[in-house]
């Protein structure tokens, strides 16, 4: 089982995305500071602006979400999950690009953290 840890800035709020549209389920919870969702093979650990994670590295870099680094759901409809997101106010980075293993796309969770949705050709 892989385990990633994403810093957010909400926790509430990113466990009613990663739950209420991926389809994660809610493990634990640590008040606003962090929270354990699991979907399939992935424990994904959502740490706020409160958790260990988010304290300044000793060259004073502060850890922040966003960037390109993600983890990979796979989907059986991306047109359908989209759609969905969409409507949901989801941003997304691009569009549904088809590359020579499936189609994907790269939304993003309430902190700016990208996912990429990818359907197997």
């Known amino acids: 089982m892989a385990q990633v840890r994403y810093l957010v800035r909400d926790v509430d709020r990113s466990i009613r995305f990663f739950v209420d549209l991926l389809g994660f389920e809610l493990r634990q919870q640590f008040g606003p500071a962090m929270a354990i969702l699991a979907r399939d093979d992935l424990t994904l ?6 958790a260990s994670a988010a304290r300044p590295m000793p060259d004073g870099r502060q850890p922040e979400p ?3 680094n993600r983890f990979v759901l796979t989907v059986e409809d991306i047109e359908a999950t989209v759609a969905r997101l ?8 691009n569009e549904i690009i088809t590359g020579p293993g499936g189609r994907q796309v790269l939304v993003e969770d309430p902190s700016g953290n990208p996912i990429e949705l990818f359907q197997p050709a």
Do not use: L, S, T, Y
């Open 45 to 50: 650990w959502v740490a706020g602006p409160q």
């Open 66 to 68: 966003g960037d390109w």
């Open 86 to 93: 969409r409507e949901a106010g989801a941003v997304f980075r």
